[in-house]
Every structure is written in C-alpha cells, then in structure tokens.
C-alpha cells in the first residue's frame, strides 16, 4: 500500500530558482531513499514555511525517512517540523489523475 508523507516547517528561503540550485545536492539525495516513489517541493515565502509531498512505496519506508529526515532538518536549524502520514486510496485517486506508480 503506498504512504503519502506530508511535511512542512518554517523556512527563511532561498525560494524558486535560487532554493532549486542550493537544495540540488539535497533532492538528488532524496531521490535515492529507499521506497521513494515521488517527491513534490513546496515552498510558501509568504508564509515563510517550505517542505514536500512524498508518495513512498510502504510505510516502513515512510517512517524511516521521516525519522532521519527530521534529525536532519533539526540539524539545520529547524526550530519544528510538522508530519502526516496518510494511506493512498490507490483507486479513487487514479479517477483523479493521481500520479501514483503501478
């Protein structure tokens, strides 16, 4: 059963193109983690709060890159990291066009 990882924190920038060439290293990285399907960026200037979308192949995985990914941006600075777990409902969410993998 595919997880969706919801996470947001409060975030100073860069933002757009700047915060795309800085956190390269970072998404590449990433985009390595086990059980890894997607991840979509998110970034609010106004709001000053960034974070992603991630579709994860179980919840195991999920969990594990939640718990390492927190310790990370702890490591950064990041005073308080909000996270949500969810089951995907694989087929309601294919009627919508959900980009979820096979």
Known sequence: MSILLQIDFPFQGPWGAE?????????ESIAQEPGLLWKIWTEN????????????????????YLTMHTERLVGFGVPHVNAKLF???????AIDGAPLES
Do not use: H, W
């Open 19 to 27: 915060m795309s060439a800085t956190m390269l290293g970072l998404a």
């Open 45 to 64: 200037p106004q709001t000053g709060e960034a974070g992603g979308i991630y579709l994860f192949a179980d919840r195991i995985s999920a969990n594990a």
């Open 87 to 93: 089951e995907v409902n694989r087929e309601l969410s």
